[in-house]
């Protein structure tokens, strides 16, 4: 285990040292370089930036489908409750009826 963690160290170290070298050694002026070095973080940035908007616009697409399966659930348990209510209000609209047949029986 000491072995595997002093030779990953070591891999790290080599390369902060090719790194610092490669700067130091490098072609281009310091500020070309460091110019580079921003433009490629501007571009990862707006990588990064587009990919967040992408999966931003897929949840909100995804959230208004939901919403409006919802809606329509919704819609329909209204719709079917109503006609229930309506079934069941004619039911007992008839035993009242037939209540009220009955009653005028008993009074004569």
Known sequence: MATKNNSFIALLAAAAVGLGLGVLFAPDK?????????????????EVKTKFNSLEGEAKEKFSKSKDELINTIDDLLSNSSYKAEEAITFL????????????????
């Open 93 to 108: 609209e008839e035993k009242l009826a037939e209540l009220k047949k009955q009653n005028a029986k008993l009074q004569k």
């Open 30 to 46: 310091g500020s070309r370089t460091r110019q580079k070095i921003k433009d490629g973080f501007d571009d990862l940035k707006d």
